[in-house]
């Protein structure tokens, strides 16, 4: 399996960090050495002093696809569920002034800590499901999908016309505004809607 993620697809991240708004979904990825699971703790690397936050929905590919059109985009996942973007924000800084990709920044062990799963069929409406990031019981990251840039299906439009999706994959489809540094001892509760699916500490 592979993890595709999404960059820059809610303006007010866009702005928060002063980046360019793009015309078209920005695509990294990161490997499966990057998934943490069942709510296990992340161990912050010495190697970053900076490691930022950055809370997403997560979409669960079900069958395989390349060249999917727009309009059939719906029918390649049947779940919602949430994660983390963990972000080494200094060593990407480094990469970015230098022009250099940044997957060390991104891709690291441990970077995208992934909640439990919903059926896409708990939700009414795909384009208004709300989401949010608590860290130790304070309210940080708050985010809606009518808020996206790019929607879910644009975005897997998008990126079967480069990597051929394949069942189990997942899609981080990116970061509403909030994002900031995790420190040790800190305590990440991540909720769709009004349910806790992710919850884990920093250590």
């Given at each position: 399996?592979?993890?595709?993620?999404?960059?820059?697809?809610?303006?007010?991240?866009?702005?928060?960090?002063?980046?360019?708004?793009?015309?078209?979904?920005?695509v990294f990825m990161?490997?499966?050495?990057?998934?943490?699971?069942?709510?296990?703790?992340f161990y912050h690397p010495e190697y970053s002093?900076?490691?930022?936050?950055?809370?997403?929905?997560?979409?669960?590919?079900?069958?395989?696809?390349?060249?999917?059109?727009q309009q059939f985009a719906h029918k390649y996942y049947n779940e919602i569920g949430i994660g983390i973007d963990f972000t080494a924000r200094d060593l990407q800084q480094k990469c970015k002034e230098k022009g250099l990709?940044?997957?060390?920044?991104?891709?690291?062990?441990?970077?995208?800590p992934l909640g439990q799963f919903k059926p896409i069929s708990d939700f009414p409406d795909i384009s208004n499901i709300n989401f949010h990031l608590d860290i130790n019981g304070e309210r940080r990251q708050t985010g809606?999908?009518?808020l996206l840039l790019f929607s879910f299906d644009v975005i897997i439009s998008y990126v079967s016309q480069f990597f051929t999706l394949k069942t189990g994959d997942?899609?981080?489809?990116?970061?509403?505004?909030?994002?900031?540094?995790?420190?040790i001892g800190d305590r990440l509760e991540a909720y769709v809607e009004d349910e806790k699916l992710l919850d884990f500490e920093i250590k």
């Open positions: 399996m592979k993890i595709i993620a999404i960059g820059r697809n809610y303006a007010a991240h866009i702005e928060e960090l002063n980046n360019e708004r793009p015309d078209s979904p920005v990161k490997p499966d050495t990057a998934l943490l699971k069942d709510n296990a703790p002093d900076n490691i930022h936050h950055e809370v997403e929905l997560v979409l669960k590919i079900n069958k395989e696809g390349k060249y999917i059109q990709p940044w997957e060390i920044a991104k891709a690291f062990n441990g970077s995208a809606n999908t009518s997942l899609i981080y489809t990116g970061t509403p505004a909030g994002v900031g540094k995790v420190n």
